[in-house]
């Protein structure tokens, strides 16, 4: 299961010891956002490497800007709008990963840690939601992916995007109208 | 009327994003509109899904990448002026008084409680996560220097068991000459707390020395140990008197090896394991309350080979080595997962995880391996990745860093490329021994009883500080607890702490050490 966040008072009692230069406080932050961190970044790459590559490069540069970060926000936010800003730039940088499709079949080391049962294999629901995901534009899926896989608020996905509160609500509904269509096999059957 | 629809306003209102005024408008509407209703209803369809989109979990050996990276930023920014000092201007008329509140202010700042060190055990051979790594990363610092203080040294007799904490205890195994024993020690004093006979002292043979191999486990208040005989005990930690105990040879078939037993016993929730070896099981799993035999499996002989806990696609395997293979194992009931041959017929042969899927084996004297486990159709099965000489000759059991390998191949330490096994370097310094890790940083104590701290970094050998800590020679890896170094010799037994060079400015950012010293000189 991945780590519980803690509250934002001891959160801001990790950074503290992170900006004195204390790693094991680090590597506490680092377990707490890992799952989220390397989860956005495969959604928005698509590439398990690249993601890889891009979560130790926001950890990376989390660690060296602490500084800047003036505790008005949750520590999250802060990662989650550094981390979109080198995925952007990294898309920028190699247009390719656009048109890259999501690898579906997942080499062993990539898990779920959704499921108590990490022994199973990932069900078909599982599957079809990763793949309902995919035929999202790069536009939706950057505000799908800080709503459900960062849990940002509106206003949150706003300043990181840079559009408007409006804006994110209409993203996010046609977010979910593909979602539903997508998926409407299993509503008609189980859900 | 289609302008009077909430749609626009549905995915906000599912999300709790919508004022309170504009919420109460759009309930009310989806109560009289069926048109609305269905539509918010497949939102809520939608949202359901969302919400189960699956979360991936990185390598684990992505933290390390990070952490070297972090490593090479500090020590960049340590041979750079500080620009992230607190603003104390250094004017020639800073005075002394001004010196003395700044020292104030430090002593302070040394004794607040979050900056202490936290508690931290040592619970079995080669720690808690069977890496060889101290769970405290954060002790030995680049930029302030570092000095080794022997905390306490006492004398104990001949072993190769290396010493295990918690609760207050460092636990280890020695022979008096005429007995062997469990025996623990306070871990801040080194005052012994108490004995336990394990029987007649295992004589040394054939070049090896007097005494017990097997570093016991501590979990649970109770000491779980291996005699050299293969007498298996729980001890109660506190007292040291016997909970139960099991004979390996007599009670289970296991035959003896050369040199006796040497296996250490690992614990997987309610099940104590222990390499046995030969017909009656390659590995065995026996009630950690009551001793009971639970399961045993395969039919490898073993030698000196202790077996480990392994995280594999979310599930928690046993993977120990038999002398002809590796095997992965179901912990609860001792099932083969899957196996892997080697052949080695190696002496000591422990494996490394070197990340989520990749472990090493020394499988033999003169080899060295690299598997990769898989997982298709649901079979597990691993596969060789390299098969080369790179860390041969040695009884120490290296540790893996940051995509390397550290440790000792025959008298020379190495640092070998954990994707390639191609050597990066070797070092003659400092000397022939066993290794740990704390932080970035090796542990190392020689077989001639010094202690050294060296970085591990694949740029070379750099050691930060030495002590020559025992009198004699010394055959057992260092552990690391509560911010101390724990190790013992074919003689004695040590607590080391590691203290900063200059503890005035070598922690604490805000505080110039330099600047400090000036100001005190003045």
């Known amino acids: 299961m991945p780590a519980q966040l803690p509250d934002v008072e001891e959160e801001h009692r990790l950074i503290e010891a992170c900006q004195r230069g204390d790693r094991g406080a680090f590597e506490q932050i680092y377990r707490l956002y890992e799952e989220k961190v390397y989860s956005l970044t495969y959604y928005l790459c698509k590439q398990h490497e690249t993601a890889k590559d891009l979560t130790q490069q926001a950890f990376l540069k989390a660690y060296t800007s602490l500084d800047s970060f003036n505790f008005e926000s949750r520590f999250g936010t802060w990662l989650y709008r550094l981390t979109m800003n080198l995925c952007i730039d990294e898309r920028r940088k190699s247009e390719r990963m656009q048109l890259l499709p999501i690898e579906h079949a997942r080499s062993p080391n990539f898990t779920s840690t959704e499921s108590a049962d990490a022994d199973a294999l990932r069900n078909e629901f599982s599957d079809a939601v990763e793949g309902a995901i995919t035929k999202l534009s790069d536009t939706l899926r950057s505000a799908f992916v800080l709503k459900y896989v960062a849990g940002l608020s509106y206003t949150e996905i706003s300043e990181t995007l840079g559009c408007s509160v409006g804006t994110v609500g209409s993203r996010l509904n046609s977010c979910l109208k593909i979602l539903a269509q997508e998926l409407k096999h299993f509503n008609d059957g189980s859900s | ?522």
């Open chain 2, 1 to 522: 009327m289609i302008s009077l629809h909430v749609t626009s306003k549905l995915t906000a209102y599912l999300h709790k994003e919508l004022s309170e005024h504009a919420a109460r408008r759009v309930e009310m509407h989806l109560q009289k509109c069926e048109s609305c209703l269905a539509h918010f209803n497949e939102l809520e369809h939608a949202e359901k899904a969302a919400l189960q989109r699956p979360l991936f979990a990185p390598d684990e050996d992505l933290w390390t990448r990070i952490e070297a990276g972090i490593m090479a930023h500090n020590r960049r920014a340590s041979t750079t002026p500080s620009t992230r000092r607190v603003g104390v201007s250094w004017a020639p008329g800073f005075s002394l008084a001004s010196a003395m509140v700044l020292l104030i202010v430090a002593g302070w700042w040394w004794t607040r409680p979050d900056l202490q060190v936290q508690e931290d055990i040592w619970p079995q051979w080669r720690g808690k996560n069977q890496d060889g790594k101290a769970q405290q990363k954060d002790v030995v610092k680049f930029d302030g220097g570092i000095e080794l203080k022997i905390a306490w040294k006492k004398s104990l007799g001949s072993g190769y068991s290396s010493v295990s904490v918690a609760d207050g205890r460092a636990v280890t195994m020695f022979s008096d000459s005429t007995d062997d024993y469990v025996a623990a020690f306070d871990a801040k004093s080194g005052d012994e707390l108490w004995r336990f006979k394990i029987g007649p002292t295992y004589k040394g043979h054939d070049g090896s020395h007097d005494g017990p191999m097997s570093t016991p486990l501590l979990s649970g208040g109770t000491v779980y140990a291996v005699g050299p005989r293969g007498q298996l005990l729980a001890l109660d930690i506190k007292t040291g008197k016997e909970r139960w105990s099991t004979r390996l040879v007599q009670e289970h078939r296991a035959p003896e090896p050369f040199y006796g037993f040497a296996t250490s016993p690992i614990i997987d929730d309610d099940v104590l394991i222990v390499e046995t070896g030969g017909q009656g099981g390659t590995i065995s799993g026996f009630r950690k309350d009551t001793g009971a035999l639970v399961w045993s499996t395969g039919d490898d002989s073993v030698k000196y080979h202790s077996p480990i806990r392994f995280q594999f696609a979310g599930q928690t395997q046993l993977v120990c080595a038999g002398n002809n293979y590796l095997y992965g194992l179901e912990p609860r009931k001792g099932k083969v997962l899957w196996r892997y041959r080697h052949d080695g017929h190696g002496e000591s042969i422990n494996p490394v995880v070197v990340n989520q899927k990749q472990i090493f084996l020394r499988q033999s004297w003169e080899k060295t391996l690299l598997v990769e486990l898989k997982r298709e159709d649901r079979q597990y099965f691993a596969e060789k990745v390299w098969d080369k000489s790179a860390l041969k000759s040695s009884y120490d059991t290296p540790i893996s860093h940051a995509g390397y390998l550290y440790g000792f191949s025959s008298r020379l330490l190495k640092c070998v490329d954990a994707g390639t096994g191609e050597t990066v370097w070797k070092s003659t310094s400092p000397g022939d021994g066993f290794t740990m890790m704390v932080g970035g940083f090796l542990i190392i104590v020689t077989k001639q009883g010094t202690l050294h701290v060296v970085e591990a970094h694949p740029e070379g050998y750099n050691e930060l500080a030495s002590l020559e800590l025992f009198d004699g020679p010394a055959w057992s890896p260092p552990s690391f607890a509560n911010g101390r170094i724990y190790a013992r010799s074919l003689t004695q037994i040590a607590c080391v702490e590691i203290v900063d060079g200059d503890r005035a400015g070598a922690d604490v950012d805000i505080w110039d050490s330099e600047a400090l010293r000036f100001a005190i000189a003045y």
